[in-house]
């Protein structure tokens, strides 16, 4: 997904602006970017970060960035944020977000014929870049970015860094959060909360979608006012997001207790012991065991000292084996014992096939498995979920394959929880990965959980209800 994180001050920002920016690690997988500006100068530094934390990569080089201002990025997989010179002037800018018909605005930005794209690897055009071009070709940022949510397919929030403030924008139905924070002498804008409190800035207000906003050292400006729609990504309080970290004034950890609580109120299995797959699904599995009454335990710990997230190797073997390395099993926790497990989510199912058989072979007598959220039908059109090239990856979708054949469109009746389909969709995902038995989180109940209107909430990963 990516994460965004900018501060202004009175004083120099870059200790924040380093810190305020790793906060966001657990959202990139492959770039780290930090600019600072300093009077009309920026300076900016990009690396690498799929094998090495971020604070690592960037330690030597906050030494020799000075300014009062400063934007960082946590990114999927593009060089950011870019050093742009326009008639706008001299900016930095970042972006959070997916570009579907990035080929499309390309061609129509070529029929100009005085514009060209530096080419990433593979051939690919930075989303960022095609970003700014877009914003170049009007006559004032705030159109310009009103004119990027006009055109694109997809989402982008964004931070911009001019020779005197911050730009913040929130995309236009606010699929992802932007949140400010101040302190005295200082306002950041973030998009984890998390950031915030050991850097001592309060939570000032969250972004409303489609607001754009001026940060400088004396305060914030509304540039451009929230709109009324929101349809905020509800995969943040599932996957995404960091446990302390809160969107809409609603923590993660929190819904994720209610997630697991409403699963076990659900639920009638007998088992010995409740557990979450590291690390997501722990705060679901604490919900699941105080709800059921039946002790939590950790079957499996997580060494995170030197492994790096499990999915930023771009092959599947690689990510498998990383995956793997990870997660060491406890035998005397697991032996002779009727095991339940919490999940966020099964996507692919690949590396959690995997972790079941390790289960039973560890001397596990049964394995249920209890994902937090409905089965995941429908590939992202919004954010960066997943690099898949083909929605029929996902694991409700090989099942629906494997029992209607691949060219089935409709898929309402495998959204519907009581339907017959749907049974028939989770026994086969159940029989492939060798559970015992496999539950999913009801729509409803992850609504419910959340505690926003199903109207405000992006749900189409799950139900295919899309709202543009």
């Not at 973030?190 to 409190?197: D, H, I, N």
Request: charged share 25%; hydrophobic share 40%; with cysteine.
């Amino acid at each position: 997904m990516g994460g965004l994180f900018g501060v202004v001050g009175v004083n120099d920002v870059v200790e924040d602006l380093f810190y305020g920016t790793d906060y966001h690690s657990h959202l990139g997988t492959k770039r780290g970017g930090l600019a600072a500006g300093n009077g009309a100068s920026i300076v900016r530094y990009i690396h690498n970060i799929e094998n090495a934390q971020f604070r690592s990569k960037f330690g030597e080089d906050v030494g020799k960035l000075h300014g009062n201002r400063g934007i960082g990025v946590i990114s999927d997989y593009e060089d950011q944020p870019l050093l742009i010179r326009s008639h706008l002037g001299n900016y930095a800018i970042a972006t959070v977000g997916v570009i579907k018909n990035i080929d499309d605005l390309v061609a129509r930005a070529f029929r100009g014929k005085c514009l060209h794209f530096s080419e990433m690897r593979g051939g690919e055009i930075n989303p960022t870049e095609l970003v700014a071009a877009m914003i170049n070709r009007e006559d004032t940022f705030e159109d310009g970015i009103r004119a990027v949510w006009e055109f694109i397919r997809g989402s982008s929030s964004l931070l911009i860094l001019t020779d005197g403030a911050i730009l913040a924008a929130r995309d236009k139905l606010g699929r992802t959060p932007l949140i400010l924070g101040k302190k005295p002498g200082s306002f950041a804008v973030s998009m984890e909360t998390c950031a915030f409190p050991n850097l001592d800035y309060e939570i000032d207000r969250c972004l409303g979608p489609g607001e754009i906003v001026r940060i400088t050292a004396d305060g914030v400006e509304t540039l451009m006012p929230a709109r009324d729609k929101l349809q905020i990504c509800s995969f943040l309080w599932v996957y995404y997001g960091y446990p302390a970290s809160s969107y809409e004034g609603i923590n993660v950890e929190t819904v994720r207790n209610r997630c697991g609580a409403y699963l076990a109120r659900n639920d009638d299995v007998k088992i010995d012991l409740v557990a979450g797959i590291p690390d997501s699904g722990i705060g679901h599995g604490l919900g699941y065991a105080a709800e059921a009454g039946i002790p939590f335990r950790r079957p499996f710990v997580k060494y995170t000292p030197t492994w790096a997230r499990s999915f930023m190797p771009q092959h599947q073997d690689i990510r498998d084996q990383v995956a793997r390395m990870k997660l060491i099993p406890i035998h005397e926790i697991i032996r002779g014992h009727k095991l339940l497990f919490c999940e966020d989510s099964i996507v692919r199912g690949t590396q959690l096939k995997d972790t079941i058989q390790r289960l039973y072979a560890s001397g596990a007598v049964e394995v249920h498995m209890r994902p937090a959220c409905p089965p995941l039908a429908y590939g992202c059109k919004y954010l960066n979920f997943s690099r898949s090239r083909t929605e029929l990856d996902l694991a409700a979708r090989k099942a629906v394959a494997a029992l209607e054949g691949p060219e089935l469109k409709d898929l309402r009746d495998y959204t519907r929880a009581d339907s017959d389909r749907y049974r028939a969709m989770v026994d086969w995902i159940a029989r492939t990965l060798s559970l015992t038995t496999l539950r999913y989180q009801r729509l409803e109940d992850l609504v419910s959980a959340i505690g926003l209107p199903k109207s405000k909430l992006c749900t189409y990963c799950w139900d295919g209800v899309a709202v543009e």
